[in-house]
């Protein structure tokens, strides 16, 4: 009898802090190169990364496609849930410290095993489309609170639907990468024409990303266990957004380039199967959905985040937001469901945005716009800095973790340094 990889009194032969991101309970993929190295797929163990592709040629990892871990995620998430979990036990059991096949093999280890401090990583999968969703309902009311007044905080429609729009697949990219401050069409109130020039008001939201790994048809609809099965994993997600930008030219369509010009997210993805022991049930919801949004059973997740910001100049970071997945109220599986249900089809490789993650109190606010609460209450960082919205220079770093006992499953982290307009 097999032990299951969610086990919490699994152990591998690698040490593995308690405080680690990456125990054997977690086991997440990213895609990493070397200077040796071309960029193959590997798993995240303590401090190292498991190279599967040499697993692979050594004929300890079969999936029955030759090549499938030489490239980013897709070709293993076209396979399905049932590979998923296959590999994914087979990982597990090689790296169980009471396992001798790759524990006893030292020049294999040495081989396959390499320090997560001398790997570059890259974007772990390839985004066939993005979508942002807009389902915090303390974000959603903040923000209504500070532009339309605290009796017209939520549209009509938020609470029957998750909200969204189209973002742009082709400016997500992974932590580290460095991003330039937008330039776009900007109109203060106090103004009476339009100008051209770089944001002013920048800043970040905290978000998680839903990686979808099957398709759905172009003209079908997704049940709640049809649309679960559908998720592959879950990274930590900075969708950027240019504050000024977007207040211009939002009506009547929404945001468009004030979104556009970069989304960030962790080179991590943790598999929806690690994060089971963590799912819980998310708010109540009033009124009740409609028939094809209602979920049978728990689809929200309890994972602790924080946003930290170092100011430019600045040694160390702070942090200025701590707060959780569980408030989400539309899940993700409604998301998923929502989206589909006009007969939208869903590819491999989709990128699912929760929207902004703001918890109840005024130190779970996933955004400066509210944090600031646009900017009449700027945050103070040590050394006396103030930030309202994010200057050239800042570095902005979200983590994620859900806490057993014991250890934890962590997504790593997310970073972005703000570089100046050209």
């Not at 308690?18 to 163990?45: C, E, H, W």
Request: aromatic fraction near 8%; proline fraction near 8%; hydrophobic fraction near 40%.
């Amino acid at each position: 009898m097999t032990t299951h990889p969610n086990d919490p009194s699994l152990r591998s032969f690698i040490e593995v802090d308690p405080g680690s991101d990456f125990p054997i309970q977690n086991l997440p993929y990213g895609v990493f190169s070397t200077d040796k190295m071309s960029p193959r797929l590997g798993v995240a163990i303590g401090d190292f990364v498991l190279d599967l592709w040499e697993l692979e040629q050594e004929g300890l990892i079969n999936v029955g496609d030759p090549g499938v871990f030489a490239v980013g995620l897709n070709a293993l998430m076209q396979k399905g849930p049932q590979v998923w979990s296959r590999v994914r036990a087979r990982i597990s059991e090689l790296l169980r410290h009471d396992h001798p096949e790759l524990r006893d093999n030292k020049q294999l280890r040495d081989r396959v095993l390499i320090p997560r401090a001398d790997v570059t990583m890259h974007m772990p999968f390839t985004v066939s489309g993005y979508t942002d969703f807009y389902s915090s309902k303390e974000h959603a009311t903040n923000v209504g609170v500070m532009f339309r007044g605290k009796d017209n905080a939520l549209q009509p429609n938020w609470l029957h639907m998750p909200i969204a729009y189209n973002g742009r697949a082709s400016t997500v990219v992974v932590s580290g990468t460095r991003v330039k401050r937008p330039r776009g069409q900007l109109k203060p109130p106090n103004v009476e024409v339009p100008s051209f020039g770089p944001c002013k008001r920048l800043d970040f939201e905290l978000e998680m990303g839903v990686v979808v790994g099957q398709p759905s048809p172009m003209g079908g609809m997704l049940t709640e266990q049809q649309a679960e099965d559908m998720i592959f994993g879950f990274v930590l997600l900075n969708d950027w957004s240019a504050r000024d930008i977007q207040q211009w030219e939002y009506v009547p369509l929404g945001p468009f380039l004030a979104k556009a010009f970069a989304t960030s997210i962790s080179p991590w993805v943790v598999t929806r199967e690690a994060l089971e022991p963590f799912r819980l049930q998310g708010p109540e919801q009033a009124p009740v959905p409609l028939d094809y949004l209602k979920q049978a059973k728990p689809q929200n997740y309890d994972i602790a985040l924080d946003v930290s910001l170092r100011a430019a100049g600045a040694n160390a970071p702070a942090s200025i937001s701590r707060t959780n997945f569980k408030y989400m109220y539309w899940s993700s599986v409604q998301q998923l469901m929502h989206h589909a249900s006009s007969g939208c089809a869903m590819n491999v490789g989709d990128l699912l945005g929760s929207g902004t993650i703001s918890g109840p109190e005024k130190n779970q606010r996933g955004s400066l716009l509210e944090i600031s609460w646009n900017g009449t209450e700027p945050a103070e960082l040590p050394g006396g800095a103030k930030r309202s919205f994010l200057e050239d220079g800042d570095s902005l770093v979200m983590r994620g973790w859900c806490q057993g006992s014991g250890y934890r499953v962590g997504f790593g982290a997310v970073e972005g340094t703000i570089l100046a307009a050209e």
